[in-house]
Nanobody
Framework: QVQLVESGGGLVQAGGSLRLSCTAS????????MGWFRQAPGKQRELVAS???????NYADSVKGRFTISGDNAKNTVYLQMNSLNSEDTAVYYC?????????WGKGTLVTVSS
């Protein structure tokens, strides 16, 4: 079992920045990839960014150049630095951890970008 706790969401003006954090606990040795997904009202959940245990990063085209995913192994925490936010980034952001044959999810943190 893996438990994920997100933090860092909130209200920000367009053009501003936020940093999300996700701390993992439990069977963290089995995690191969961690990532951030988001779900806007009326839309499907989509991948924002991911990072593998080897440090390989992947980004959605819509956030490339604006968002950065990073990890701190000592703190079992993954971060998502979000810059140049716009209204289309408004969503609930979910942390995800992949282990063999299973995905774990956090409860989500709301990011609201006001124009």
């Amino acid at each position: 079992q893996v438990q994920l706790v997100e933090s860092g969401g909130g209200l920000v003006q367009a053009g501003g920045s936020l940093r999300l954090s996700c701390t993992a606990s439990g069977s963290i040795f089995s995690i191969s990839t961690m990532g951030w997904f988001r779900q806007a009202p009326g839309k499907q959940r989509e991948l924002v960014a991911s990072i593998t245990s080897g440090g390989n990063r992947n980004y959605a085209d819509s956030v490339k150049g604006r968002f950065t995913i990073s990890g701190d192994n000592a703190k079992n925490t993954v971060y998502l630095q979000m810059n140049s936010l716009n209204s289309e980034d408004t969503a609930v952001y979910y942390c995800n951890a992949q282990v063999p044959i299973m995905n774990y999810w956090g409860k989500g943190t709301l990011v609201t970008v006001s124009s």
